[in-house]
């Protein structure tokens, strides 16, 4: 019938770490290529850091990644692409166009950094 298989899902996966003073370095890798995204404010009422970060979605066509009192990364899937966009309150800021082959996303869970101290 000619109908072609599904193609596979784009593998994805939030990362974090401690940056400096409250401030969350953010890494998001698609299919096992890291890109560096920038960093988001880790503070919340009672602590900063990596530990304030959640995912807020991972759906198969967007995830996002929240620190602190909200702000925000989303990894939107477009044609061809993963649009990833800073979300400051009202605004979206695209960051970076990531190319990618696939129609669906597979989100990682997000694994916070141990601290040992």
């Known amino acids: 019938m000619g109908t072609e298989p599904p193609s596979p899902p784009i593998v994805v996966e939030w990362k974090v770490q401690q940056g400096e003073g409250s401030q969350v370095d953010v890494t998001f890798v698609v299919d096992g290529t890291p890109f560096e995204i920038g960093s988001l404010d880790g503070t919340a009422t009672y602590e900063a850091g990596p530990a304030t970060c959640a995912l807020r979605a991972a759906s198969p066509r967007r995830t996002e990644l929240v620190c602190g009192a909200g702000d925000a990364y989303e990894a939107a899937l477009g044609e061809g692409e993963l649009v990833i966009s800073h979300l400051g309150g009202e605004q979206r800021r695209v960051i970076k166009r990531v190319p990618v082959i696939g129609d ?9 950094p141990f601290d040992d101290s």
């Open 104 to 112: 669906a996303l597979a989100v990682k869970m997000l694994a916070l």
